[in-house]
């Protein structure tokens, strides 16, 4: 079983379209996650959320929105896709009280044409 | 805030010998957690070994292990006996013991080429 999963795993998109990366942890964690590696394969955080609640929004622009129905689930929706999105795009989750490592999912390369 | 610099942006070792990869970081906690993640060519982040700040001893993790100077903020992994499957890019992150700011904070990585 796959303990991060998240789907696609490649999507190649037209600038200006709007798409969502989902992603499903079966870990039992209560926190999930978003990283964006990009181009110079440098990994940032981008959303944390704990049992569904947003505690964690890095300077991301408003185009990118999480959204978190169960605390198994987090999906990213991106509107108006830019060039500059361009990027992989990583799932992850861990238990944010016991402060172990994070596991990831296998990353959503996304290509913006 | 946290950082982590990886100053080597690539190393290269013959299969079986050793190599040590270089971490430093900055943070003004006295406790926190740092980690070394293994990304292959397939892009998937995996694990390779995790060292909590508050213990004096090295982590080891079979042929991996970490030599962790707290005073110097200084974390590498050793990789011993080095094989094919470990030629990969390696990443030190570091994660705060802080609830609200539960994140990794990753260096900028290391390409690791292992020669037959």
């Known amino acids: 079983d796959t303990a991060v999963s998240q789907t696609p795993k490649y999507l190649v998109t037209q600038m200006g379209n709007d798409k969502s990366i989902k992603c499903e942890q079966n870990?039992?964690?209560?926190?999930m996650y978003w990283y964006k590696q990009d181009s110079k394969k440098f990994l940032k955080i981008m959303f944390s959320y704990n049992n569904k609640e947003l505690i964690i929004n890095e300077t991301v622009p408003n185009r990118f929105s999480p959204k978190s129905p169960d605390k198994a689930h987090l999906n990213l929706h991106i509107n108006s896709l830019e060039l500059g999105d361009s990027a992989v795009y990583f799932c992850?989750?861990?238990?944010?009280?016991?402060?172990?490592?994070?596991?990831f999912g296998q990353g959503t390369r996304l290509t913006v044409v | 805030a946290q950082t982590v610099t990886q100053s080597q942006p690539e190393m290269s070792v013959q299969e079986a010998e050793t190599v040590t990869l270089s971490c430093t970081y900055d943070?003004?906690?006295?406790?926190?957690?740092l980690f070394w993640y293994k990304q292959p060519p397939s892009r998937q982040m995996i694990l390779v070994i995790r060292q909590e700040a508050y213990k004096q001893q090295n982590a080891t993790e079979n042929r991996f292990s970490v030599n962790f100077q707290k005073a110097a903020k200084s974390f590498s992994l050793k990789i011993s006996d080095s094989q094919l499957g470990d030629a990969a890019m390696y990443f030190c992150a570091y994660r705060t013991t802080s609830r609200a700011n539960s994140k990794l904070t990753f260096g900028k990585g290391i390409t690791l080429s292992v020669r037959p």
């Open positions: 992850a989750s861990s238990y944010r009280q016991l402060n172990t490592e994070a596991f």
């Open positions: 943070t003004s906690e006295s406790d926190y957690y």
């Open positions: 870990l039992g964690h209560d926190t």
